[in-house]
């Protein structure tokens, strides 16, 4: 009895978590949005997997950008297309500049009241080591937070769960090489049943893996076909220079 | 699949699943636990009481769920000493798979616990915060869960079941293997429960020669600025105190080897 009463404790505790984060990120801790550099996006473009291309998605993520005061730092979507006839493939982790980038929730103050910054770092995130692969990095549900500083809904949060982002690449940032669609032809499909778009989870939690970047493929590319594999067509956006 | 687990966590956390479910290990009909997180620590800061002491740990909170017909080994790795080798944590706990209380495969092997090749480590195993449970089938309060100030206050934590308390002792480097002797990492092989001297704390960060020290990692992935499950920080000292002012209480990891 004693251990179902625990339980019950932890499982009610565990379902406010979520409304505890989500207010302390309008803690003083967030960092002015003018050093954001890094964010997911609080909104789809909302037509599945059709984003106009690479081009439609980095505008989308300096719509965003803009409108909480972090314009005009040339926004990249961490998105890859891939290798058509007399069109080269083109790599997400080419994309975004060179980083350390820093999310709007930058610094928490640690046990000795510290304010650590936790930076997102090219090689960490993508894990180029075996090292950086087993130690992991800042790309975590807490840090990987929209431009409002909202986290995004995930396992165990509110439904609908929105934790599947679109990236097109493999584990280590690139294009696929193979004929399979991943990327919903280029970022320029939304069609119903085929087609697919390789997708990571913001809150490292699915599919078996931690993959923040290329846990699944879902199938189908249409806004309904997002939604019924726990997204709905969020990507990440990487500010190139900080200014 | 994905349903089942999502639905499954919506009762759990809305406390609505039927209390039988959750009074017994692992789901009914489900695969018998074969890891879990200690659901206390054993209170005298980083001496275990080598590691026969920590394997009793486990078997003993093993037996109370009545688990205790598999031999269960502490994840812990000791360093050599002269006349004596390194224990690797990775060679102690059999082969996998190993499943948690609630018959969710952590592992399927010693690879894909420890990311042995590149694309296992970047994939990751599947210890997560609501994976990693303990034998009772809770989760291990970790960063920003309850948000309690004194959490790194072990007068306070002690009597406080919900504080921060995510760091696992490990004394492991991130391939599971022991640290070569000379810095300690294991509080002096789980026997210690001395702090360093009055300045030369190590404030979260590895040890030093004379540096009563522990190497540790999250269940919850989420510390030290890398989440990683068996190697992120050290801590600062080998007391109970000094282990909890980095938010750890002197848990670890337990697998049953058959």
């Not at chain 1, 949005?33 to 997911?40: A, G, I, N, Q, W």
């Not at chain 1, 936790?118 to 840090?143: C, W, Y």
């Not at chain 1, 609908?160 to 690139?174: A, E, F, K, V, Y």
């Amino acid at each position: 009895m004693k251990n179902i009463c625990l339980w019950i404790l932890i499982g009610s505790l565990g379902g406010t978590s979520t409304a505890l984060a989500q207010d302390a990120s309008k803690l003083p801790d967030r960092i002015p949005s003018s050093l954001m550099t890094f964010f997911v996006t609080s909104e789809p473009i909302g037509d599945g997997g059709n984003l106009g291309g690479l081009a439609g998605a980095d505008a989308h993520c300096e719509k965003l950008a803009a409108a909480v005061g972090a314009g005009g730092k040339m926004w990249r979507a961490y998105l890859s297309t891939q290798a058509r006839p007399g069109q080269p493939a083109v790599n997400a982790r080419d994309r975004i500049g060179k980083g350390p980038w820093y999310s709007a929730k930058e610094r928490v103050p640690d046990y000795l009241n510290r304010r650590l910054s936790r930076p997102m770092v090219m090689s960490e995130i993508h894990g180029d080591t075996l090292d950086e692969a087993r130690r992991g990095s800042n790309m975590q549900k807490e840090f990987a937070l929209t431009e409002k500083g909202e986290i995004v809904n995930g396992i165990d949060d509110p439904l609908p769960t929105r934790h599947d982002i679109l990236t097109g690449s493999q584990l280590d940032g690139r294009a696929f090489t193979d004929a399979a669609d991943h990327t919903c032809n280029n970022w320029t499909s939304n069609s119903a049943g085929s087609g697919s778009a390789q997708v990571g989870h913001s809150d490292r939690i699915g599919n078996g893996n931690q993959s923040w970047n290329s846990s699944h493929g879902t199938t189908g590319c249409s806004q309904r076909d997002l939604v019924a594999w726990g997204g709905v067509g969020l990507f990440y956006c990487f500010a190139v220079n900080e200014r | 699949m994905k349903t089942a687990l999502v639905l499954f966590a919506a009762l759990a956390l809305s406390g609505l699943a039927p209390p039988g479910a959750l009074a017994q290990y692992g789901l009914p009909g489900g695969t018998p636990m074969t890891f879990f997180v200690t659901s206390e620590p054993i209170g005298n800061g980083g001496n275990l009481g080598g590691l026969a002491g920590a394997d009793a740990h486990c078997q003993k909170l093993a037996q109370v769920v009545g688990a205790g017909n598999r031999t269960w080994r502490a994840y812990l790795s000791t360093q050599a000493r002269p006349g004596q080798p390194a224990v690797n944590a990775r060679d102690r706990i059999g082969r996998g798979p190993w499943y948690n209380f609630e018959g969710v495969m952590i592992a399927r092997d010693l690879a894909h616990l420890h990311g042995d090749t590149l694309e296992l480590a970047r994939l990751g195993n599947n210890l997560t915060k609501r994976t990693g449970l303990t034998e009772k089938g809770q989760i291990v309060p970790g960063l920003n869960d309850y948000q309690v100030p004194r959490d790194s206050d072990w007068e306070y934590t002690k009597t406080t079941p919900y504080t921060n308390r995510h760091e696992m002792l490990t004394g492991s480097q991130l391939d599971g293997r022991a640290y070569p002797p000379g810095t300690d990492y294991t509080c002096s092989n789980w026997t210690s429960n001395a702090d360093p001297a009055p300045g030369q704390a190590q404030l979260g960060q590895e040890g030093g020669p004379n540096r009563p020290n522990a190497q540790i990692g999250f269940p919850d992935r989420n510390g030290g600025g890398n989440g990683s499950w068996n190697s992120s920080h050290g801590t600062t000292g080998c007391s109970q105190t000094a282990l909890n002012r980095t938010h750890g209480v002197g848990m670890f990891y337990c697998f049953a080897t058959n």
